[in-house]
């Protein structure tokens, strides 16, 4: 099946430390997104990548950091700088002819 | 001011009702606009994109007034199904494609 996968579904994480969460696609996208949505609110932008080797930070980045060496991954690491990593974290990719985005099913974060 | 309103909701109908949902956004320069249905600890899927004309998808429509920059989506005879927060997103064509999001309106259909 095609589409975006993301792992785990549930992360634990505990004081000052680092953990990552992954996130794949084989739609053949160039561009990924990484989002996150707290209770009652919207999603807001933490990094993007529109091509391999590249991204740029979104509108919430401290914390965070991403890489993309292959097309099909994007993985967003939570820094034990990000104070309040409590939230629900969506990876999203785009086709370049289109800008609309499909999201994977998210990974839970909690802080221990 | 956010860069995109939505109607605070919730909303509780009937089965069978019309509901309309509203959204502003703020950037004039704003060139896609689109409506995401998000079910209870789920991803955001893709509702129908909003076309200057108006479109209508089923039971959905769409409508857009730029010179209000207005978004509105009215779902007619409301299933139970269509119980879920909509978002309505706005691309303003920046660097990346980025989107913004509303913060959703919550829809609950009731037997």
């Known amino acids: 099946d095609g589409g975006i996968t993301q792992s785990p579904k549930y992360l634990f994480r505990k004081e000052g430390q680092n953990v990552t969460l992954s996130c794949e696609q084989n739609?053949?996208?160039?561009?990924m997104y990484w989002y996150r949505q707290d209770p009652g609110q919207g999603l807001r932008l933490i990094y993007y990548?529109?091509?391999?080797?590249?991204?740029q930070k979104g509108d919430i980045a401290e914390g965070y950091s991403v890489s993309r060496e292959k097309k099909e991954s994007f993985p967003l690491t939570v820094t034990s700088a990000q104070k309040n990593p409590t939230a629900f974290y969506l990876c999203?990719?785009?086709?370049?002819?289109?800008?609309?985005?499909?999201f994977g099913p998210g990974t839970r974060l909690l802080v221990l | 001011r956010k860069e995109v309103e939505q109607d605070p909701g919730p909303f509780n109908v009937p089965e069978g009702a019309t509901v309309a949902f509203n959204c502003t956004y703020s950037?004039?320069?704003?060139?896609?606009f689109f409506w995401y249905r998000q079910d209870c600890r789920k991803e955001p899927k893709l509702l129908m994109s909003v076309y200057s004309s108006g479109n209508e998808d089923g039971r959905f429509t769409a409508q857009l007034n730029r010179a209000s920059q207005y978004i509105s989506l009215l779902i007619r005879d409301s299933k139970l199904s269509d119980s879920a927060t909509y978002l309505c997103v706005v691309n303003v064509l920046r660097s990346g494609s980025r989107l913004t999001f509303g913060e959703g309106t919550q829809l609950t259909v009731n037997p």
């Open positions: 739609l053949n996208h160039d561009a």
């Open positions: 999203a990719s785009r086709s370049g002819s289109t800008e609309t985005q499909y």
């Open positions: 950037n004039s320069a704003s060139q896609s």
């Open positions: 990548s529109q091509i391999v080797n590249d991204f």
